[in-house]
């Protein structure tokens, strides 16, 4: 069984650019859920998607951020305009119900110059 | 206070001995935790999930959970060269993850 995977690795763009980050959750796992960690930090939860609707968006940072999940497959994290502080890795997991187990994809290394 | 702590370490422990990592939270409605273990550069690989009081057991691994003292810890039996990463206890509310910090782990030869 394919774990979850991001798209691209790394990714490297100057102040002000859109950047655009792909998950793929595992296959019919219902739950995905989009991660940040900043240098120095912990993981901070961003958003959970049920399907293709955001259950809870607490987490995302501003309005830059826009997370998507049409048709309830893979999901994309969109940061237009793109600032210093939002360089971090940035994970995507996925579980097959709420509140069960989480598992993690390699993530994406982004860092806004 | 975070939601939840851990102490970052590093926590050096011989090759064949026992590793305990904790972790403290400070909500006390919290229900379930999961022990994630980082590499370096890696993402975070689930490890064991408990979801009530008392211990639970996966081969050399132990979680344990004391919702009274609110806390949670991790034992690894027979510690290996390979275990050495970053530990992560992870508050689970249902649709979110809090994380600690990490402990980082040294299993020295």
């Known amino acids: 069984e394919a774990g979850v995977t991001q798209f691209p690795s790394h990714s490297v763009i100057e102040k002000g650019q859109t950047v655009t980050l792909r998950c793929d959750p595992i296959s019919g796992h219902d739950n995905l859920y989009w991660y940040r960690r900043v240098m120095g930090k912990e993981i901070k939860f961003l958003l959970h998607?049920?399907?293709?609707?955001?259950?809870?968006e607490s987490g995302m940072p501003n309005n830059r951020f826009l997370a998507e999940r049409t048709g309830g497959t893979y999901s994309t994290l969109k940061v237009q305009p793109a600032e210093l502080e939002d360089s971090g890795v940035y994970f995507c997991?996925?579980?097959?119900?709420?509140?069960?187990?989480?598992?993690f994809g390699p993530g994406t290394r982004l860092t806004v110059t | 206070q975070k939601e939840v702590e851990q102490n970052s370490g590093p926590l050096s422990v011989p090759e064949g001995a026992i590793a305990s990592l904790n972790c403290t939270y400070s909500d006390r409605g919290s229900q379930s935790f999961f022990w994630y273990r980082q590499y370096s550069g890696k993402s975070p690989e689930l490890i064991m999930s408990i979801y009530s009081n008392g211990d639970k057991e996966d081969g050399r691994f132990t979680a344990q959970l004391n919702k009274a003292s609110q806390y949670v810890s991790l034992l690894i039996r027979d510690s290996q060269p390979s275990d050495s990463a970053t530990y992560l206890c992870a508050r689970n509310a249902g649709n979110m993850l809090t994380f600690g910090g990490g402990t980082r782990l040294m299993v020295k030869p």
């Open positions: 997991a996925s579980s097959l119900v709420s509140g069960g187990e989480q598992y």
């Open positions: 998607f049920v399907k293709e609707s955001k259950q809870d």
